[in-house]
């Protein structure tokens, strides 16, 4: 504590500011339980304090590095030498009161600046502070380019303008034009001078507005908006549909609290799900846990089986189309009645496994939901309608957001074979549900 009383904190007892020596109180705290020696003489005691609790005595009247000199006055000379400045002593001293303008000097000189002690301590700190400066120094490393989205498209309004050549956004360019005539003079009048100023405020207003969009945009991370929407992509398609609608309102909580929001969520909805799967173990009769991993290994047999019998039913539908198994006929005849032919015809190698039958969409759910040309993309890709449907939603909003999509973006989108994702990725451009980028 410095000498002036209000910097001081008040006795626990009185409320009246501390002065040495006092006592603190060693079993209670922190916040510290200082009394003074008034209360401490009358055994005052408080909620947990107690008067038989041990103490310290507080106080600075002990010698530190002179036996002339009390800790109290080397703080109060160390304070001083701030106030005042180095070499002017005779301040220091009337700061002081204690001690003359000799002794100041004299005492500050040996004991602060020509002190061995204190030499190779600084020194060391300073050799400290230069290795730990040294080993966290930060790699250079290439930044990422920014995106640079077409001026007006979609992806540059989702990015409120971002312009990355200027690291800056398109935002109120022209605020500035209301003050380029104003000039502030001398015989204007009261209402005139009012008025000026009333625009310079509106244009203050304006600043700020600019700062707290930009603040939004950076804090959030959403300058690359596709990294955002990658990262977005590692909760489920539920909490992924929540994080789109809640985006709007992560300007309120700000990024670290809009997090926590989001992955509350997430645990609410892995909580759901474990209790929807205790409540299937319950309805199946199981008590405990090592019954139910008998179960899962049985629905999971049962599952494969199921699908077995499925892709049998496939198989066995093919066979009986007629059309399909003459088509199959023919190319198996046209290949043995070029063999044994003696002209040099050079017969074309075999391009790997036959082409599988159309998919038969009798019965698959969603088909209901395809035109004409779909169910015929569907059965020639042999895709199931329900994924479809999906990987269709999910190319059309990521054009949306992009102003456009590339056929790598839609492959980095779904994670099917290549050769379905390019006739997926045609048909859908061909028909105008998406567009190129």
Request: net charge neutral; hydrophobic share 35%; glycine share 4%.
């Amino acid at each position: 504590f410095t000498g002036d009383p209000f910097d001081k904190p008040p006795c626990r007892g009185c409320s009246s500011y501390l002065t040495e020596p006092y006592v603190k109180c060693a079993e209670c705290g922190p916040p510290p339980f200082l009394l003074c020696l008034q209360c401490f003489t009358r055994g005052f005691e408080y909620k947990k304090h107690q008067s038989n609790h041990t103490y310290e005595i507080m106080t600075s009247d002990f010698p530190v590095l002179d036996p002339n000199w009390t800790a109290q006055e080397e703080m109060a000379l160390l304070e001083a030498v701030m106030d005042c400045g180095f070499g002017n002593w005779q301040d220091v001293a009337n700061q002081m009161c204690t001690k003359s303008k000799e002794e100041c000097e004299k005492h500050y000189m040996k004991h602060f600046i020509n002190n061995p002690l204190f030499a190779s301590t600084l020194l060391n700190l300073k050799q400290a502070e230069e290795a730990q400066q040294s080993e966290t120094a930060i790699p250079f490393q290439p930044a990422d380019d920014p995106p640079r989205p077409t001026f007006d498209s979609l992806l540059s309004r989702d990015m409120a303008g971002y312009m990355p050549a200027r690291a800056d956004f398109e935002f109120d360019n022209y605020a500035e034009w209301d003050l380029r005539d104003i000039d502030f003079v001398e015989d204007d009048s009261d209402i005139l001078h009012a008025l000026k100023i009333a625009v310079v405020d509106i244009y203050h207003s304006r600043l700020k507005e600019r700062q707290r969009r930009k603040k939004i945009i950076r804090d959030h991370g959403l300058i690359n908006l596709r990294k955002f929407q990658i990262l977005e992509r590692r909760y489920p398609r539920e909490l992924q549909e929540l994080h789109e609608a809640m985006r709007r309102f992560a300007h309120i909580l700000g990024p670290v609290e809009h997090d926590k929001f989001i992955e509350s969520h997430a645990l609410e909805f892995e909580l759901r799900r474990e209790i929807k799967r205790l409540q299937e173990y319950r309805a199946a009769g199981i008590t405990n846990f090592c019954s139910a991993r008998t179960y899962d290994q049985l629905k999971k047999t049962r599952e494969e089986e199921r699908l077995k019998r499925t892709m049998l039913s496939e198989v066995l539908q093919y066979i009986q189309d007629s059309s399909a198994c003459q088509q199959w006929l023919s190319r198996q005849a046209d290949i043995q009645g070029a063999a044994p032919s003696s002209s040099p015809v050079v017969l074309s190698r075999p391009t790997g496994r036959r082409s599988a039958p159309p998919l038969n969409l009798t019965g698959l759910p969603g088909t209901e939901k395809l035109n004409e040309k779909e169910k015929e993309l569907c059965q020639m890709v042999r895709l199931v309608p329900g994924a479809y449907l999906e990987y269709k939603a999910a190319l059309v909003n990521e054009c949306n957001k992009q102003g456009g999509l590339r056929l790598a973006q839609a492959r980095a989108l779904i994670k099917i074979d290549v050769n379905k994702t390019r006739k997926i990725y045609d048909f859908l451009i061909r028909e105008g549900y998406i567009t190129k980028a």
